[in-house]
T-cell receptor, first 111, second 115 residues
Framework: DAKTTQPTSMDCAEGRAANLPCNHS???????VYWYRQIHSQGPQYIIH???NNETNEMASLIITEDRKSSTLILPHATLRDTAVYYC????????????FGRGTSLIVHP | GAVVSQHPSWVICKSGTSVKIECRSL??????MFWYRQFPKQSLMLMAT?????????EQGVEKDKFLINHASLTLSTLTVTSAHPEDSSFYIC???????????FGNGTRLTVT
């Protein structure tokens, strides 16, 4: 599976958009980009995933570059409750795979 | 939808005893469940992959005789930490999938403290 790299930490003001980048330059054609987040002392939570088109749901938007080598998770109006570690991983569609997590990005939303 | 319930949320046990952690998918059938361990300020480390009705596949360095995994049904997987030692103290998290490549749905984790 392709590896991902993310900034270690970011911060953003409450009410502003939080843009979290992820680099996955070795992604292959059948690998999806998945985003999860983990609030302190809780299990991770699925946010969104995509293959090559931009995706939006009630939690966030996912922008994937045309070459698919990077993506950005956008939280349009960050709240204090969005403070968490955000993980970007890639995984193959169909077939078995081993979902492995890197260190993610620690996002702090401040008042 | 896609709720995973993990129980207990925390447990304290004495060294040498065994502890069982349950992971249930409440509103879907999970073909595959994964067990992770997380130490403070570190990422999730995959311990094993569990498929219903078959033996679990353990990651390198994880002792299968110490961390017993049973996936007896499509909605239940259990992890038993046998002969626990203080170094087994950690945050254990399970996740479940409806099928290959589908999103992971996680339990809320179990904080194990071995005294």
């Amino acid at each position: 599976d392709a590896k991902t790299t993310q900034p270690t930490s970011m911060d953003c003001a409450e009410g502003r958009a939080a843009n979290l980048p992820c680099n996955h330059s070795t992604i292959s054609g059948n690998e999806y980009v998945y985003w999860y987040r983990q609030i302190h002392s809780q299990g991770p939570q699925y946010i969104i995933h995509g293959l090559k088109n931009n995706e939006t749901n009630e939690m966030a938007s996912l922008i994937i570059t045309e070459d698919r080598k990077s993506s950005t998770l956008i939280l349009p109006h960050a709240t204090l409750r969005d403070t968490a570690v955000y993980y970007c991983i890639v995984e193959k569609a169909g077939g078995s795979y081993i979902p492995t997590f890197g260190r993610g990005t620690s996002l702090i939303v401040h008042p | 939808g896609a709720v995973v319930s993990q129980h207990p949320s925390w447990v304290i046990c004495k060294s040498g005893t065994s502890v069982k952690i349950e992971c249930r998918s409440l509103d879907f059938q999970a073909t595959t469940m994964f067990w992770y361990r997380q130490f403070p300020k570190q990422s999730l480390m995959l311990m094993a992959t569990s498929n219903e009705g078959s033996k679990a596949t353990y990651e390198q360095g994880v002792e299968k005789d110490k961390f017993l995994i049973n996936h007896a049904s499509l909605t239940l997987s259990t992890l038993t930490v046998t002969s626990a030692h203080p170094e087994d103290s950690s945050f254990y998290i399970c996740s479940a999938q409806t099928g290959p490549g589908s999103p992971l749905h996680f339990g809320n984790g179990t904080r194990l403290t071995v005294t």
